[in-house]
C-alpha cells in the first residue's frame, strides 16, 4: 500500500507506553532525533510493536504547524 | 511561548506554494530529508515566510500514524 | 444542527472501552464493517454512549488519507 | 506496510478536483455511499489518482467524533 | 444531532474565501475574537454560508495544543 | 516563537486530570467559557501545567469544523 501522506520517516520504536485506551509510541530516528506517536492500544498490539521494532512515521501535511522563531535574537522562550 | 507539541523539527523553507486559501510549505531539514506542511495563505503571509526563512515544524503526537515495513523482506509496496 | 464534515456515517456502538482520559468506541455498520473512535470520556459519558446506542460518526475530509494498493498483485502487505 | 490506523476503507475514485494546493478525492464505496478526502495536489500526482482508481480511505481513530441523534424523535434536524 | 466534539462556539461569518477546494471561515465571536476554520468549498455551500450566518465552531480536544507564555517576563516573542 | 496557528485563545487551566498516556486540561477563558485540550502526560508534566496556570490554546484552522443551526427556530437538538 503507497499512502498519501507527504511525510514518512523511518526509525525504531524505542519506548512504549500503554495505557487503557491509547498508547505513546517514542521513535528514534537514524540522525538522533526523536518523533513521538499516541495510537490505539489496539493498534499497537495488532502492529506487534516493541522495544527495537523498525517503524515509519506518517503524517498528513495538513497536521504539520509552521512556526518561526522571535525577529530577537536575544529571545530564548521556545 | 512554549508549546506542547512532542515534535518540533528545525528546518528551512525550500518551495513555497500559494494557493487561494492554503499554501504548501516544503521545508528542507538539516539532515537532508523534507516535510511538508500545509497552512493558512493568510498564515504564510503573517509569517512572511520564503525561500530560506528558518522556521519549526510542530506536529501533536495525536496526529502521528505508525506503520510497519511489510513481513516479507521481498515486498517493494510501500 | 448540520456540520461541515463531509463524512456522516451512521451506525451502533459495538463496544466501548473507556479509560482515565479518553473512550474508544467500536461502531458497528450497517453493511457490516467497524469504524473506531477515540473521544473523551467526558464526551462518552456526556452522549449517554453504550452498547447498541445508535451514533453518527463523523469525519472531517481533511483528516483523511489515501492510499493505493501496491502494483504487484501478489502482495498482500497491507 | 501496514499501518496503525484502526479505519481502512477500500473504495474507488469516483471524482478529483484539483486545486493549487490541495485536491478533493470523492470516494465510492462498494455499498452505495461515499466518503471524501482532502489532500494535497501533489500526493493526488504520486498516486497517480484519477476516476476509477482503486484506492484505501485511511483515518485515525482520534479524527473520527461521534454524534447522537436527537432524543425528540420529531426533530429532523441533521 | 448532538456531537462529542468538547468545544463548541457559536459566532457570525465574518469573510468567506472560496477557492477550488477549500475555503475559509472568519468567525466572529460575540465577545470580539475570532475563529478561523478552513472547511470544503462544497460543505461552504451546503451550508449555504455567507457574511453574518450564525454558524457553531466545533473542535475535538485532541486537536488542541496548549502553550505557556515563556518564563521570562520580559519576552514578548508570541 | 511565532506559529501558523490561527485560532490562540489565552486562558487559564481550570481542570487537570491525568490519565497513562493523555493529559485532559480544561481551559477557562475570560469571558466565562471554557475549553478542553487532550495533550499528552509527558506535554503537561513539561509545560508544568496546574490548576491556575496560563496557557494558550491553539488550534489549526483545518481541525475547525463549521456548523449551523437548524432551520426550523423550534429545533433544539444542539
Known amino acids: 500500500m503507497r499512502i498519501s501522506a507527504r511525510n514518512q520517516v523511518a526509525g525504531t520504536v524505542?519506548?512504549?507506553?500503554?495505557?487503557?485506551?491509547?498508547a505513546e509510541v517514542v521513535i528514534s530516528l537514524p540522525g538522533?532525533?526523536?518523533?513521538?506517536?499516541?495510537?490505539?492500544?489496539?493498534?499497537a498490539k495488532t502492529l506487534n510493536l516493541k522495544?527495537?521494532?523498525?517503524?515509519v512515521a506518517i503524517i498528513k501535511s495538513s497536521d504539520v504547524l509552521v512556526a518561526v522563531?522571535?525577529?530577537n535574537?536575544?529571545?530564548k522562550c521556545r
Open 51 to 55: 522495544r527495537g521494532s523498525p517503524v
Open 69 to 71: 522563531p522571535c525577529g
Open 32 to 43: 538522533g532525533g526523536q518523533l513521538v506517536a499516541v495510537i490505539t492500544k489496539g493498534s
Open 14 to 22: 524505542a519506548k512504549l507506553t500503554v495505557g487503557v485506551v491509547n
Open 73 to 75: 535574537p536575544d529571545c
